[in-house]
């Protein structure tokens, strides 16, 4: 019964707390429109100060010229999850989101609500409320500016001011960090387009939880391969010191290529489960400009992989793009040939395209914008390293090239171990000496190497992959005899 009185006595404080800084609010506003002035002003502040005396922090959601999310708001939020779910906050609307665990919720408070919470002995109240974007606001108006702006704001007394401003708010951006990590889920993030109502304001992108199972213990490399991977990254990740004594933005660099089933994607997916790290998986053709592709670059977070797959596939970053469509123009202009298009529609075509350039994407991984933040790991994909501009991968930039090779017979016997649990068979000579004369990926290896049915066993799936790779074999003669008949009939001409 007593906790009860208490639990509603606590209540009741925060209630009438909350009531008299709107009371508050309310006289002081209409004081300041009867009194400010350069003549009345000092005069109507110290008669404000009599009749409200209680002092507010606003903390947005967006610092300065809203382009990245506030730190300190992400804190807040994260606090006043805590504080929302007590008894005595007064909070009667939460917000559920999923946390980690399979029935886990965080909750939150909801828009327009207010929260009591009491630090030493002193009595605050925090308000969560929005405002929707101004209808001409300049550059962040119009269709640049349709999320609401979003907002914390803190009353307290002014005698309760330097423990406030001194203590409390650092102590609660201390504890907001400490829940963000307990609560911390990874997630895989894609990015929107720019045609997407939910692109601006904190909506550059999409997530959902990132799951990968795959890690370097069940990678398919050469053990010295993959230990030096693992060298490199924990480098990276236990290298602030090094890298702010040095002068070099915390990050790095990593170019995957080989040919197509190769790993490259289950690399990505290791190096992440390996850092505990997020990732962001970047789609060049859905990025408008280098501008936006700064923005959403900016809205990375730390501890994160950003990654562009196939980027010789993603835009044509070699600048050849319009010397081509010139050569052609002008080929078909002296064959006299007609186009079949409008010329006002191929530009319109054009300019509804991407137009991020090479200079855009080497500013993103090497410019000025590449050092807001840190701990960051930007990871190039491609099956035709050749066809890449070498600006785009040297060293600076792609800093570690890491080629992902076809099967050899060591990655075979670690993935024969994975996935038929076996470490020794009579067909492993068989398979060594195939490997050695034919290419084949670890992917179709795997492919092989998986039970097709309640019966399938070592056996049967080795035997398989030796018939596969004999397949193979035959067909890479018949392709070399028929290679070779073609040029001795071109000799014989």
């Not at 974007?133 to 349709?146: A, I, L, M, T």
């Not at 064959?335 to 010329?343: E, L, N, T």
């Not at 300019?351 to 090497?366: A, C, H, Q, R, W």
Request: charged share 30%; proline share 3%.
């Amino acid at each position: 019964m007593e906790e009860s009185s208490a639990a509603w006595a606590s209540l009741n404080s925060g209630v009438v707390l909350s009531l008299i800084a709107v009371l508050c609010s309310m006289v002081w506003n209409n004081l300041e429109g009867l009194f400010f002035g350069r003549r009345f002003n000092r005069q109507a502040r110290r008669l404000a100060a009599i009749v409200d005396p209680y002092l507010s922090v606003t903390i947005a959601e967006y610092d300065g010229g809203r382009m990245k999310q506030s730190d300190a708001y992400k804190e807040v939020q994260a606090y006043l999850q805590r504080a929302s779910c007590d008894a005595g906050g007064g909070v009667r609307h939460l917000k559920a989101e999923t946390a980690k665990g399979a029935d886990a919720l965080v909750l939150s408070m909801g828009d327009n609500e207010e929260v009591a919470d009491v630090f030493r002995g002193v009595t605050v109240s925090w308000q969560a409320y929005s405002t929707p974007p101004p209808e001409n606001g300049g550059y962040w108006g119009g269709r640049h500016g349709r999320a609401d702006r979003r907002f914390y704001h803190l009353f307290f007394l002014e005698r309760d001011r330097d423990l406030v401003l001194g203590e409390y708010l650092p102590y609660v951006r201390r504890e907001g960090r400490a829940v963000m990590v307990k609560n911390r889920k990874r997630k895989l993030f894609t990015n929107l387009s720019a045609d997407d109502d939910r692109w601006w304001g904190n909506r550059m992108w999409s997530h959902v939880a990132f799951e990968h199972p795959k890690t370097f213990e069940t990678l398919a490399m050469k053990p010295a391969k993959k230990k030096e991977i693992m060298d490199d990254l924990d480098a990276f990740r236990n290298g602030k010191e090094y890298y702010a004594r040095v002068g070099k933005p915390w990050k790095r660099g990593y170019l995957l290529y080989g040919p197509p089933g190769t790993g490259k994607s289950t690399m990505i997916a290791a190096m992440a489960n390996y850092l505990d790290y997020d990732i962001y998986d970047i789609e060049l053709t859905s990025v408008r400009t280098n501008t936006d592709l700064r923005k959403i670059f900016i809205e990375t977070t730390n501890k994160s992989i950003i990654v562009i797959e196939d980027i010789d596939c993603s835009l044509d970053l070699t600048g050849k793009r319009k010397k081509k469509k010139k050569a052609k123009d002008a080929a078909a202009a002296k064959d006299g040939d007609k186009k079949d298009g409008d010329p006002e529609e191929e530009e319109e075509k054009d300019k509804e395209g991407s137009k991020v350039t090479l200079s855009g994407v080497l500013n993103f991984i090497d410019g000025l914008w590449s050092a807001c933040g840190g701990e960051r790991i930007i990871v190039f994909t491609t099956n035709h390293v050749d066809k890449l501009d070498p600006a785009l991968i040297r060293r600076g930039r792609m800093d570690k090239h890491i080629e992902m090779s076809y099967c050899c017979f060591e990655a075979f016997k670690f993935l024969a171990k994975i996935y038929l649990g076996v470490e020794s068979h009579h067909l492993f000579d068989a398979v060594e000496s195939l490997l050695a004369e034919v290419e084949i990926t670890p992917a179709d290896v795997s492919e092989n190497l998986t039970p097709k049915s309640d019966g399938g066993n070592a056996d049967t799936c080795l035997a398989d992959l030796v018939m596969e790779l004999k397949r193979m074999k035959a067909e890479k003669a018949q392709a070399g005899g028929k290679e070779a008949a073609a040029v001795a009939a071109d000799d014989e001409e």
